[in-house]
């Protein structure tokens, strides 16, 4: 696994297409249909929290863990500032008027600790991806199992090997914006069922931060940069990163998810009830704490 660095402070800019406000209705659904209608959700892999502010919205009490510093302290940031403007249909509650309180851990999912059980633990974005082993992803479903309460869910999404190997493949994507930009090149080596993404992004440089350095305008322009009209220059800084998920068939996690000693629930086609096919993008699946002999239940 790494860690989102560069990329965090530009991820939700070029993350703006992802409906959130759907797939937080869609999950929270789900956790009500499996009867988790309060409580104490863990969420793995929650990057700069646009799910766990929505979810906590929705009255669940949040634990947010992730592996990169930089995603937390933007999510911490949101929290301080309580800005839940990013939901369109956000609806002011008491808890958040009064100050929300999430709790955000910087940790490795394959090794995380709490304090105590959940009632839940979800994992969206396909965070369960970047868990490129088997043996990997079976310690995380251990965990979960261990963490949660008597009876408690796991719902996580994942990317099927179908849009690694026929849709992301070996494309490159690129997006330009006002003030960033990023070249994606995609790899996805079959062999092993892992792809591969070569992140490159370029971030403009605040004009506080320009002013400080010492910059040759004439050698910029030398080196194919364009003058604006008011004869000023954009700096950029620029960042690389290399991200890897694997592919697992359905099949494969599902045995994960039993030989970890939870009991299988379901599998879904990414947002329906419906069961996956051999069009299916995203998947969401649905799993169970079993009772373990060496468990402290309370």
Request: charged share 30%; glycine share 4%; net charge negative.
């Amino acid at each position: 696994m790494q860690a989102y660095t560069g990329f965090a402070q530009v991820y939700d800019i070029f993350m703006d297409n992802v409906p959130y406000d759907d797939w937080t209705n869609y999950l929270a659904g789900l956790l009500k249909e499996y009867n988790v209608h309060s409580g104490l959700v863990l969420e793995l892999g929650c990057g700069t929290g646009s799910i766990t502010r929505r979810l906590a919205a929705k009255g669940y009490d949040m634990i947010g863990i992730d592996i990169s510093e930089e995603m937390l302290e933007i999510a911490r940031d949101r929290e301080y500032n309580q800005d839940y403007n990013d939901s369109e249909n956000f609806i002011e509650t008491d808890k958040q008027s009064k100050g929300s309180s999430i709790l955000y851990l910087q940790q490795d999912m394959r090794e995380f600790e709490l304090f105590g059980t959940v009632t839940a633990v979800v994992s969206i974005c396909d965070s369960m991806n970047y868990i490129t082993s088997e043996e990997d992803l079976l310690k995380v479903l251990q965990l979960v199992n261990n963490y949660l309460d008597a009876g408690g869910i796991l719902i996580f999404d994942m990317n099927t090997v179908h849009k690694y190997k026929d849709i992301l493949a070996d494309n490159t994507i690129a997006e330009n914006r006002e003030d960033c930009s990023f070249i994606w090149d995609n790899y996805y080596y079959e062999d092993k069922m892992i792809n591969e993404y070569d992140v490159t992004i370029f971030v403009k440089v605040d004009e506080e931060v320009e002013d400080e350095l010492e910059v040759d305008e004439d050698e910029l322009l030398d080196t194919n940069h364009e003058k604006n009209s008011d004869s000023s220059v954009d700096l950029y800084e620029r960042y690389q990163e290399f991200h890897y998920q694997k592919a697992y068939t359905i099949e494969t996690v599902i045995g994960l998810i039993e030989k970890a000693g939870m009991e299988f629930v379901k599998v879904y086609d990414a947002f329906t009830h419906k069961p996956p096919n051999e069009k299916s993008e995203r998947v969401y699946f649905v799993a169970r704490e079993k009772h373990q002999e060496n468990k402290l239940y309370i």
